[in-house]
């Protein structure tokens, strides 16, 4: 066999030296490979042993692919040109076998320093789509390889390099990736997501009302909250990626992110409670704690069994998308982001990025917290790498406790709310006593609902128009017995800051027999109870209280159409509900919430007609009585106290059986506010699978 003939050199003894001249075998090798950043940092040069360590440099090495230049550098010997051939090769973490390689040309083979500018760009593959290294894969592994003849002695040497995700920033997405317009409404009165130690509310505005008294009774109000709001509100959450440079900075450079996942998680925030009054809190202890040992994430939202969200899967707090390639104009109605649902973490997603397009450098979800008031969220996202280099998952897991991530960013707290709208503010008159709407607010807002003033002010009666509406309802009565007690030509605007003036008892006999031509022996069977009037008239203290029913009937036919045609609560106002209220056996009315005619399912009224005087005594106020009559348009009925009175309509099944301090009672020897069961029917629980005595709701 032909033997190879070596290549040698001469070494020549120096003057004087004991040295012979030898012959010596010629040799090649990397002296020095890594990548630098110009002025900047560098990469760390590696070799297998025994070759010496070369020193300097750093293996986490990192730069910004695509938009920052580096330099990869390599020194060979090769005095001799016995290199025939060097290949680069790109390795990732997880992959034995290069994703990418490139043969040296013969002039990147001479002895020497090598050099030439780099930014990242390999060709386009199904591992870089983008034509640069990405997030996805890193860290990488660069690997040169000489192949020559004569004495190899460092042919292979090798460096490192990250791409690395310097932060993320979250921020309120596009409203047209919405379809809904109210959705797109919401974001523009959110207008900003909270920032870590903040609280934003997510008002869900919904004008219901009850059009009949039974709906006081059964579940009109869960199941409309839940028609109207579905399976909640739908929010772009978006996370704008920047990249680390070589020194550190963020920058934009979206083409390097890859493929690479993004986790979004959400936790729950515990509601505070301490404010409400002793049974009311322990009530709601009971019930937030339904179901809080097993469900995950562990918390106090809504338990899904109530209609919350706590326990439920991924799909329906960070809905799947199947998002849409990247375009330079999104697509209206349509979100872009492809989201998919975690294995085993159920409750959590991932989503991916758009590395070109209107949303380049950004990736999101759609978040749907509960229709739920009170329900409390903070959500995050992170990075996903999901895997250990063995292969186990460390993100994907069951248990619930934030996960470990050196890249994650967090919103502030997201709290909904219910928004109830008070459409109108009329009054007879100035002379009619004011009130103080943010208590009548407050009553509500530890129910987690806002009664949104959009009124503009207090406005007043015109005269003429109030006569008007007052004279049709008369004139349209099928009660002759009402016409009958109002004189057509008594001014009812002027009368006083009452809403209805009767004639005086004696008047309205007298009337009753010219009306029927009767003689006064024939007023007894004119004025006897009848089916629909239970009360005979014949006596003036049976009369009087007549007046209240009629009173009442009369107004919610006259002011119907002053509703209005916005929807929500209008607040009619007046000093007494009729004229004869404080003689004997009148009876004095605060205010009542009655189902007008036209049962329209947005727009109710509460009228208010207490007159000056009537609270002097006890706890009640104006305030509370206009609280408990919008309670009542809420679906609220009476509560059955104080025991000792009997009230109409109380439903002892719709209330706390500790609540005897229930705002929707007529015990006015202590302050009144809302029972713990009315707090979470306000907040849009399903209450039909609670129980009235608190201590049975929890669940383990």
Partial sequence: MARIPLKASVALAAPGGRNRNRLRPSSHGIADFRLRSPGGPQSRCHHPAPAPVVTGGDDGFHFAPGVEPIELTWRLLNTSGLVRSGTLELFTRHRKAPLWSRTLGPEQLLQGEHRFQWDGRVPSCEAFPNGVVTVEHSPYKLKLTLQGEGLAQSPVAWTYFHVLVAGMDLE?????????????DLIRALRH??????????????????????????????????????SGPELPLFARVWLKDSRGNRVDAPAALGRVRFLWDWEDETEAIEHHAPSARA??????????????????????????????????????????A?????????????????????????????????????????????????????????????????????????????????????????????????????????????????????????????????????????????????????????????????????????????????????????EVKRVKHAEDVDLARWLAPTRERRMPLLEARDYHRQCKDWAKQLLTEALDSALGTEPGIALFQFSGLYNWETTVDGIRVNGFASEFPSRQR????????????????GFNTLEQTLAHEIGHQLFLPHAPFPVSRTIGGAIAKRHDVDGKDCLMGYDF????????????????????VLDCDGARNARP
């Fill in 669 to 688: 020897t202590a302050e009144r506010r809302f029972c713990g069961l009315c707090l979470l029917r306000l907040r849009g629980w399903n209450t039909h």
């Fill in 193 to 230: 997501l909270p920032a870590p130690g903040e609280t934003a509310q997510i008002r869900l505005a919904g004008n219901l009302f009850k059009t009949k008294p039974s709906e006081m009774a059964d579940n009109t109000d869960h199941q409309l909250h839940q028609k109207h709001w579905g």
């Fill in 326 to 510: 990247p375009r330079a104009e999104p697509r209206d109605g349509a979100f872009p982001f492809r989201v998919t649902a975690c294995t085993r973490r159920k409750w959590a997603a991932y989503s991916q990025a758009w590395t070109t397009g209107a949303f380049a450098g950004r990736t999101g979800v759609v978040f749907q917290p509960s229709r739920i008031a009170g329900d409390a969220w903070r959500v995050t996202v992170q990075l996903a790498y999901d895997r250990r280099r063995d292969g186990s998952v460390v993100l994907d897991m069951e248990d619930d406790a934030p996960l470990p991530a050196a890249v994650r960013a967090s919103t502030g707290i997201f709290e909904s709310w219910r928004e109830v709208h008070i459409s109108r503010r009329l009054r007879k008159d100035a002379a009619v006593s004011g009130f103080s709407l943010p208590t009548v607010q407050g009553h509500f807002e530890r129910a987690f609902l806002r009664l949104e003033d959009r009124t503009g002010g207090v406005s007043e009666w015109n005269a003429r128009d109030y006569n008007a509406r007052i004279a049709a309802a008369v004139g349209t009565s099928r009660h002759w017995e009402l016409r009958a007690a109002i004189d057509p030509t008594v001014d009812q605007y002027a009368a006083g800051g009452h809403a209805i003036t009767f004639r005086a008892h004696a008047e309205f006999l007298t």
């Fill in 283 to 324: 009530f709601l202890s009971s019930a937030l704690d339904r179901h809080r040992a097993t469900s995950r994430p562990k918390g106090d939202n809504a338990h899904r069994d109530v209609g919350g969200k706590r326990g439920a899967p991924s799909s329906t707090v960070f809905p799947k998308q199947a998002g849409y």
């Fill in 172 to 184: 309120l997405g596009d409203a047209r990736v919405l379809a809904k317009q109210r959705d797109r």
């Fill in 602 to 617: 947005d727009r109710c009224a509460v009228i208010q007609c207490a007159a000056e005087g009537n609270y002097r005594n």
